[in-house]
């Protein structure tokens, strides 16, 4: 059973090929350049790349908008050099999961161009249309204050169409039974290319469908069970990692009562808080947090943690005083905010220190969950806030000094690379941090491999510890007859966390990060100091009685 549940311990890594390293010198990256650097994300001890939208797109929309789904933007090579690159992958032990964006086509699809024809044609019921323009044709806009309704008029239709993104992204008719069909062979399509599952781009509007009017409209679960059983009968062991930003008590749905839904899914909620944290140092917003995604449904269902994505920091759940709080520490400019509830920043220009970025990236790797690393974040890449929207952060991989960050030959590039200021290609890239032994690079490349050997927390049941300090936040794993104990510091002063385990045979623990260990004192009880923003990870025998209260 544990090896079929590969994800649960998975390390996923995001990336773009747009953006990640452009071998044939157009100025946008390919399959060939990201072939060349599987063994960078193998040496850091990646098992798991998460692939952007590669298929043929207009582009504009970062490839959410697909308007083919049965093969490869010529921008990004050809389908041989996909499967070069699988194969490449597969040679490595690194899986591929890549985005099955399915709740809306690009209007350039064929399928639109030929719904746009009239209520006769093949495909009109794909999509969804309304005769006249709906009362609430300016409502629920997925991009306030840039996008200006979800129903747009067609001249050549005659007839409103629904978007719940972009006009130029009109919304699939869920409901109708070719669709789905379709969706199935788009997904054994891939599967039968060696993908290990799929990334479900906006899941909660793939099981909707919007009708004209106010009215909300109901969630299909059992097409998502529907889904999952289709994808387990290609592919016994292969995922499906959903984006559904929702309330704790919703997630339990989209993972199915009995494990039968989405395996992954994000978790934006705990995401959210994580960063209320280390705004603001409290803390008991996240343990609460922590508390209510607690997976009790499924021992095959699974969190994915993370800290940054290719979109905006989504603020939208916490309170408004909380997220003023946040956007005063990590976005205080109006040029670094979007939508009016989020951040378009990296990770290392928002914390702004070395201490802080460890301390996110440690409390991430340590949640009940998989992580999953943004590309460039390990080595502290920056933002640049003169691109618009989101594009801010997601300029092209710093590989080196060299010309375009070591990215492309080419002189003009689909984005161009940072190169001013502290966070420019100069001074943030992957050879210069190669050669520096306490570089971000090799410090998260040590962080990597310690979570692998941790699998106690993909694994195990997991507890909050109370302690006396209200800055401190200790965790309890206890897999196998084996613990482990984490704390993490999220004040700007150092303390001394005092521990007793009410077990004299738990004389020692020991530090995972420095080779050393915590001796109890006479009565028994472990002093734990942890530095201003500090972490430590021990592991210790059984300390299954620390369970019985969780």
């Known amino acids: 059973m544990t090896e079929e549940l590969w994800y649960k311990n998975a390390i996923i890594y995001s990336l773009d090929l747009e953006t990640f390293m452009d071998l044939n010198g157009d100025g946008v990256g390919d399959f060939q350049g990201l072939a060349r650097r599987l063994d960078y994300l193998h040496a850091m001890g990646i098992d798991t790349v998460w692939l952007a939208p590669f298929q043929p797109t207009p582009n504009k929309d970062n490839g959410y908008d697909v308007k083919d789904y049965y093969g490869v933007d010529q921008r990004h090579g050809s389908s041989g050099n996909f499967v070069e690159f699988m194969h490449q992958a597969n ?67 005659k007839a409103y169409y629904f978007h719940r993104f972009y006009e130029f992204q009109p919304d699939l008719n869920m409901d109708n039974p070719e669709v789905r069909e379709e969706i199935n062979r788009i997904i054994g399509f891939w599967l039968e290319l060696g993908v290990a599952g799929f990334r479900v781009d906006a899941v909660p509007f793939i099981l909707e469908t919007p009708a004209p009017g106010p009215a909300k409209p ?92 290719h979109d905006e920091l989504d603020l939208g759940r916490l309170t408004e005083e909380q997220r003023q709080k946040v956007f005063a520490r990590f976005g205080p400019e109006e040029n670094m905010q979007l939508y009016n509830r989020g951040i378009r920043r990296r990770l290392s220009t928002m914390l702004g220190n070395r201490q ?68 420019s290609y100069h001074h943030v890239n992957v050879d210069t941090q190669r050669r520096i032994p306490d570089s971000l690079l090799n410090w998260m490349t040590t962080l990597i491999r310690l979570r692998q050997e941790c699998t106690e927390i993909g694994w195990g049941d997991w507890q909050i510890i109370e302690t006396d300090k209200a800055h401190v936040l200790a965790m309890h794993y206890h897999w196998k007859g084996s613990s482990l104990l984490i704390f993490h510091n999220f004040d700007e002063k150092a303390h001394e966390v005092v521990l007793d385990l009410k077990q004299k045979q738990v004389h020692s623990l020991v530090d995972l990060m420095q080779n050393e260990e915590s001796v109890a004192d006479k009565k028994g009880k472990h002093h734990i100091t942890l530095d201003a923003y500090g972490y430590r990870w021990f592991r210790a025998g059984d300390l299954s009685h620390l369970m019985q209260k969780g």
């Open 356 to 423: 802080q970025t460890e301390l996110a990236y440690s409390l991430m790797f340590s949640l009940p969950g998989a992580p999953v690393i943004r590309y460039g974040d390990e080595i502290g890449m920056g933002d640049d806030l003169s691109l618009k929207e989101r594009n801010a952060v997601r300029t092209p991989m710093q590989w080196s000094a060299d010309k375009q960050a070591g990215f492309s030959e080419a002189d003009k590039l689909i984005h161009s690379v940072i190169d001013k200021g502290p966070y």
């Open 218 to 309: 109901s969630l299909k679960f059992e097409y998502l069970m529907q889904i999952r059983r289709f994808l387990q009968w290609r592919r016994g062991d292969a995922i499906l990692l959903g984006e559904a930003n929702v309330l704790p008590k919703e997630s339990k749905e989209y993972f199915g009562e009995d494990g039968d839904g989405i395996h992954l899914m994000f978790n934006f909620y705990v995401n959210q808080y994580m960063f209320y944290a280390l705004a603001t140092s409290e803390i008991e917003p996240l343990k609460e947090a922590l508390e209510a995604t607690r997976i009790s449904s499924s021992p095959t269902s699974q969190w994915a943690h993370f800290l940054r994505n």
């Open 91 to 157: 040679k490595r032990g690194i899986k591929v999961i890549i985005d099955l964006v399915v709740n809306h086509t690009s209007d350039e699809h064929p399928w639109f161009q030929d719904a746009r024809q009239g209520k006769d044609a093949k495909h009109h019921d794909w999509y969804v249309w309304s005769d006249k323009k709906p009362s609430d044709w300016n409502k629920g806009m997925v991009f306030p204050g840039v996008q200006e309704a979800t129903w747009t008029y067609d001249k050549k239709a």
